[in-house]
């Protein structure tokens, strides 16, 4: 039995999708000349855990997270699971240990190298600039974590955290969910048995929401709730818009529109420049619309209705640049997808606020749709 309502043991199907996911090969891809490392998640976090426990590191526990412990207990819920998140629990005392678990994880991608590669004249400065896709090191009072984001073209990118304490942990009830993957680790380890129902480790899962039952429901209807969003950096806004083009809904309308006022302040708050929300906006949208480019340009207008209806914390000028910066990058995205209007020919001249001739839009655009192929004109 689970010890309390944030917990739960898996059932023998969710089980099943779990030992698919770590099982499973994963390409990490490489720039340049470098070749493609090949691994499955079982046996890079078997790895680099005892890599570091060798170095006095003790690992608490491991864990999934994320949209791919979201898979493993509702399939099919409405998207695709991109990052593979693993958390590593761990003390982090000291700014030393950061280094160390970088040269550890490193030192680890040379396992996976094929054989033939030379692996004496590779540094970890050259395995860092050849297959780390984002390395984050945070060191406060109540934040100490670090991450490193192995490269997938796919959008898939094997994400490493090592947590020794957190603030906030997940946005909403539907990506609360923590998996602890310790007891099936072990099993592999040491039982040659294959799985079967009857006869197979208990998984213990654990929503950081609080309530486990209450956010699997929300999981299965695709609700959407949340709790204290003005300690979301960023407010959660990306990720709720998200959720709602992906048909979830509030568990409660009315007090939404409370909330969305709260997500679009924090959001503000935590990105004040029109430069740092631009650089925001399309980062996220590189890594959570992989493959998905059609929902790109209705992702765009849901936000900007939100932003443009739930926005009081701002002068009307920064409103309007907000506004005008989602707009240019639907514009943007509905040409890169030679998107076709309803109309058989329609003209769009659209206008760059000011601050995009800083962001090297310095030209008017006019969208031209003829036909079947949109065009993209620079007016002078």
């Known amino acids: 039995m689970a010890e309390n309502e944030s917990q739960s043991v898996l059932t023998w199907d969710q089980v099943?999708?779990?030992?698919?996911?770590?099982?499973?090969?994963?390409?990490?891809h490489g720039r340049g000349n470098f070749p493609t490392l090949e691994m499955r998640l079982k046996d890079i976090v078997q790895m680099v855990r005892s890599r570091l426990e060798e170095r006095g590191i003790k690992v608490k526990d491991v864990r999934l997270n994320g949209s791919t412990a979201s898979h493993v207990l509702v399939q099919d819920v409405g998207w695709s699971y991109k990052d593979l998140d693993l958390i590593f629990r761990v003390d982090l005392p000291r700014e030393a240990e950061f280094q160390l678990i970088k040269d550890v994880v490193l030192g680890t991608l040379l396992?996976?190298?094929?054989?033939?590669?030379?692996?004496?004249?590779?540094?970890?400065m050259t395995l860092k600039e050849a297959y780390?896709?984002?390395?984050?090191?945070?060191?406060?009072?109540?934040?100490?974590?670090?991450?490193?984001?192995?490269?997938?073209?796919?959008?898939?990118?094997v994400e490493l955290k090592f947590v020794d304490s957190i603030r906030r942990q997940f946005e909403f009830s539907v990506d609360s969910f923590q998996i602890v993957l310790d007891s099936l680790l072990s099993y592999y380890d040491v039982s040659e048995t294959p799985m079967s129902e009857k006869f197979h480790p208990t998984v213990l899962g654990e929503s950081m929401y609080g309530d486990f039952a209450a956010a699997l429901d929300?999981?299965?209807?695709?609700?959407?709730?949340?709790?204290?969003?003005e300690e979301i950096r960023g407010g959660g806004l990306l990720k709720y818009c998200n959720l709602l083009v992906r048909d979830f809904r509030p568990t409660d309308e009315e007090e939404f529109k409370g909330l969305e006022r709260y997500m679009c302040s924090r959001f503000f708050?935590?990105?004040?420049?029109?430069?740092e929300q631009q650089h925001k906006l399309e980062a996220y949208l590189q890594s959570h619309f992989v493959g998905e480019e059609k929902s790109k340009y209705e992702y765009l207008m849901i936000l900007r209705r939100v932003v443009n209806e739930s926005t009081v914390c701002?002068?009307?000028?920064e409103r309007r640049q907000t506004l005008n910066l989602i707009s240019l990058t639907a514009f943007r995205v509905l040409a890169e997808q030679h998107a076709i209007p309803d109309a058989s020919s329609v003209t769009c001249y659209y206008q760059p606020a000011p601050y995009v001739r800083d962001l090297n839009f310095?030209?008017?655009?006019?969208a031209s749709y003829n036909q079947s192929i949109p065009t993209w004109l620079p007016c002078n």
């Open 218 to 229: 929300h999981l299965k209807n695709k609700l959407i709730a949340t709790k204290r969003p």
């Open 362 to 366: 310095s030209n008017y655009y006019v």
């Open 16 to 28: 099943c999708r779990l030992n698919e996911v770590l099982t499973e090969v994963v390409p990490v």
């Open 269 to 275: 708050i935590d990105f004040p420049d029109i430069v």
């Open 314 to 317: 701002l002068m009307g000028h």
């Open 132 to 157: 780390v896709q984002k390395l984050v090191k945070v060191y406060m009072d109540q934040d100490r974590w670090s991450l490193i984001s192995l490269c997938n073209n796919d959008g898939r990118n």
């Open 111 to 124: 396992d996976f190298l094929p054989e033939g590669v030379n692996k004496e004249k590779i540094t970890p």
